[in-house]
């Protein structure tokens, strides 16, 4: 039985025009939302500056490649699934990747069905990885359920305000911007900030209501975090 495909924002790092065009039409042809970066610098930037579902990463690229690209990823601390490309079937080039932190590999040439299905698959796994609830100070996030409680007490949110909060609490304390709101709200970062506020003053009256200390914090212009209450 095939699974629904699920709408991913995916980072494509490579330097060959016309392969980084076929993968990129394809996915998106998919109902993925694709970013593109051609050298391994650019493609590091985005990786970090942004939360996508899976990376698919060339292994040779200019600036910096895609070994050492992988491994600063991991070292920021961030786990998303990275599906290494490379035009050499060479068992060595694998083991570099996967020590390096990658999840899967695909040599060139291959099927861009194969390559839909593998990024599916990365996603899927580390679906089933993240933990089924979220945690942040007193508030609590069972994804499964979608239920919401803060201080043992379930708060009422729409599925927009869902969606949000759980944007927030997987980057807590850390601010989660306009674009990665609208893109979890939405499915898009195109965004307008004045639909996204009218978003956040009902989060806000469901979270903070009540309680001595806000959770939610705006930061202007640029986006909103949530913290959790100093503990006293
Ligand atoms: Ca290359």
């Excluded at 998303?80 to 695909?106: N, S, V």
């Excluded at 990024?119 to 994804?143: I, K, N, Y």
Aim: hydrophobic share 45%; with cysteine.
């Amino acid at each position: 039985m095939s699974q629904p495909t699920a709408k991913l924002r995916v980072l494509l790092i490579e330097d060959q025009r016309a392969q980084a065009e076929n993968i990129w039409e394809f996915l998106e042809m998919h109902g993925q939302v694709m970013d593109h970066a051609a050298d391994g610098q650019a493609g590091l930037q985005l990786a970090l500056e942004n939360d996508y579902d899976v990376i698919v990463l060339d292994l040779g690229l200019p600036r910096l490649d895609g070994v050492e690209v992988c491994r600063r990823v991991r070292a920021e601390g961030k786990a998303t699934p990275i599906l290494m490309l490379t035009a050499r079937e060479r068992l060595e080039d694998k083991l570099l990747g996967f020590e390096a932190g990658a999840d899967d590999y695909l040599t060139k040439p291959f099927e861009l069905r194969e390559l839909a299905a593998r990024v599916q698959v990365l996603h899927r796994r580390m679906q089933r990885l993240s933990p089924a609830v979220l945690m942040v100070g007193d508030l609590e996030l069972d994804l499964a359920n979608r239920i919401a409680t803060r201080g043992g007490q379930q708060i009422g949110l729409s599925p927009a305000g869902f969606r949000l909060l759980e944007a927030l609490m997987r980057k807590a304390p850390h601010v989660v911007q306009y674009n990665e709101l609208a893109q979890a709200l939405w499915g898009d970062p195109e965004h307008d900030p004045a639909r996204l506020h009218t978003h956040f003053s009902l989060l806000r009256n469901a979270v903070d209501r009540g309680f001595a200390q806000p959770m939610i914090h705006t930061v202007h212009s640029f986006g909103y975090r949530l913290v959790p209450p100093a503990a006293t």
